[in-house]
């Protein structure tokens, strides 16, 4: 399969500037093709912008992103036509959706699949406050976890820095008390999720499936220090859904409010608001 025309949307900060060397092993496998193409390198401001005037301006029939999950995410919010295919080459530290789609490929075999026979998915896009997401939405616990690791210098690797949060977050995170879908809690974490797996390889929703326009509702109620430990290695290994704490079900629309700003994520990507409304929106399609 040739393309005509693609953009390679590229981060070249992910994984602290390593993802260089597939970006430019990429770059090679496309020369050798001989497909035309287009490099978009993101720079953290006004990302989403551009990019939509980039595609918006161009007729493009596949974007390769080369990043993590926040690439991902920022692309999507670019997207003016969802039926361009989309292919990902992970470059980023968790690689949450890239794992679910890829499974174990190898590397090489990933950034060579726009140009042998694949199959094409089409994935749930989901919205929160008019502001795309694609694996997962989470509040309390892992959106505090997100603002502080987007808030502060470590001397750290990404992975390193981001299990400090979490240790720190469990011993000092205090539950906020909000209203769901008009129903007032206290809750430790609320995560709403199209995908098995966010937060680097976390299986926070391990039913959870891409396209059945259905997000896993997962909340973990107000909990004491020594429950937030014992629940940590369950939920990192998917076999929290039946405990007492936890409320599992699948909804497709959900509100969230509180008095005061509730830190959350998308894609990992923080935000802080007093209110979220989540919604689908359209499928995308994927190349597999």
């Known amino acids: 399969m040739k393309f005509k025309n693609i953009l390679i949307v590229y981060n070249p900060s992910s994984q602290g500037g390593k993802s260089v060397n597939l970006f430019n092993e990429y770059l090679t496998i496309v020369k050798k093709e001989g497909s035309p193409f287009t490099?978009?390198?993101?720079?953290?401001?006004n990302d989403v912008e551009n990019i939509q005037e980039i595609i918006s301006s161009n007729a493009y029939d596949l974007i390769s992103?080369?990043?993590g999950?926040?690439?991902?995410?920022?692309t999507l919010n670019g997207l003016q036509d969802f039926g361009i295919p989309i292919h990902i080459a992970p470059a980023g530290t968790g690689n949450d959706l890239a794992r679910i789609l890829y499974g174990h490929l190898?590397?090489?075999?990933?950034?060579?699949l726009p140009f042998q026979y694949t199959k094409k998915v089409d994935i749930d896009i989901w919205s929160c406050n008019q502001i795309r997401f694609i694996n997962g939405f989470g509040a309390g616990f892992d959106?505090?976890?997100?603002?502080k690791i987007q808030s502060k210098t470590f001397l750290f690797s990404s992975k390193t820095k981001y299990w400090i949060e979490i240790i720190k977050q469990i011993l000092f995170y205090r539950s906020p008390k909000v209203e769901i879908n008009g129903k007032k809690t206290s809750v430790f974490m609320i995560a709403a999720a199209n995908g098995s797996d966010y937060g680097g390889g976390f299986k926070v929703a391990p039913l959870a499936k891409l396209d059945d326009k259905k997000l896993e509702y997962v909340q973990c109620k107000n909990i004491p220090i020594l429950h937030r430990?014992?629940?940590?290695?369950?939920?990192q290994a998917g076999k929290h859904l039946s405990q007492k704490a936890i409320t599992y079900k699948q909804v497709n629309e959900l509100t969230i409010s509180s008095h005061q700003p509730l830190p959350a994520h998308l894609d990992g990507e923080p935000l802080c608001e007093k209110s979220y409304h989540i919604k689908w929106e359209n499928q995308a399609q994927f190349l597999r």
């Open 39 to 45: 490099i978009f390198e993101t720079t953290g401001i």
């Open 65 to 67: 992103i080369i990043g």
């Open 69 to 74: 999950d926040g690439t991902i995410n920022m």
């Open 106 to 112: 190898k590397i090489i075999d990933i950034l060579r």
């Open 143 to 147: 959106g505090a976890i997100a603002e």
């Open 229 to 235: 430990l014992y629940y940590l290695p369950l939920v």
